[in-house]
C-alpha cells in the first residue's frame, strides 16, 4: 500500500484539511481522492509530486466566468 494526500483548498487555493490515503496504486487515490470533492478543490499528492487537481463544481463555473471576456455595452 502506497500513502497519498488529499489536501482540502480554500477558494484561495489555501489548505483547509488533509486526508492520509493508504492506496494499492495511484488509480485508486485518484477515485478516493475524487470521491471527496465537494463545495471545494482537492490536491491530490504522493510525498512531493503532485498527481491530480479535482475541481469542486462551483469552483469550474467561477473559473469560467472569470476566462470569459467582458461584454462592452453597444453604441447606438
Request: charged share 30%.
Amino acid at each position: 500500500m502506497a500513502h497519498y494526500r488529499a489536501y482540502l483548498l480554500d477558494q484561495h487555493h489555501h489548505v483547509i484539511s488533509v486526508a492520509n490515503l493508504q492506496c494499492a496504486d495511484e488509480q485508486e487515490a485518484r477515485e478516493r481522492a475524487a470521491q471527496l470533492v465537494d463545495a471545494n478543490d482537492i490536491e491530490l499528492w504522493q510525498l512531493d509530486r503532485r498527481i491530480a487537481v479535482f475541481e469542486a463544481p462551483a469552483s469550474r463555473t467561477s473559473q469560467a466566468a472569470r476566462r470569459e471576456k467582458p461584454q462592452r455595452p453597444r453604441e447606438k
